[in-house]
């Protein structure tokens, strides 16, 4: 379970660096850029800026990697992480 876990966040935080990129928030060294009105307003409620999404790219790399990372902090990512993907994924934008 936990690998399962471990692989959607990293397709789930992948996926959304993508997108990020795609939309010119991405810097070519990893980093962001101040976030889009629009992509903080997909994102709104969950992810309040970009540092958070950083922890959360941080935390994606560190379970492609195979680090450790703790059961609650896994399943708090994997859960931040599909909303992030679900919402830059909806072409409604909602």
Do not use: C
């Not at 450790?68 to 830059?88: C, D, F, R, V």
């Amino acid at each position: 379970m936990s690998q399962d876990l471990r692989n959607q966040l990293v397709f789930w935080m992948e996926q959304v660096q993508t997108t990020l990129s795609e939309r010119g928030a991405m810097q070519s060294d990893g980093g962001i850029r101040r976030l889009p009105s629009d992509i903080e307003d997909e994102l709104d409620g969950f992810i309040e800026n970009s540092n958070e999404l950083l922890a959360l790219i941080k935390i994606a790399g560190d379970a492609r990697d195979g680090r450790y990372i703790p059961p609650l902090l896994l399943q708090a990512a994997h859960l931040m992480a599909a909303q992030a993907y679900e919402a830059l994924s909806d072409p409604s934008g909602v």
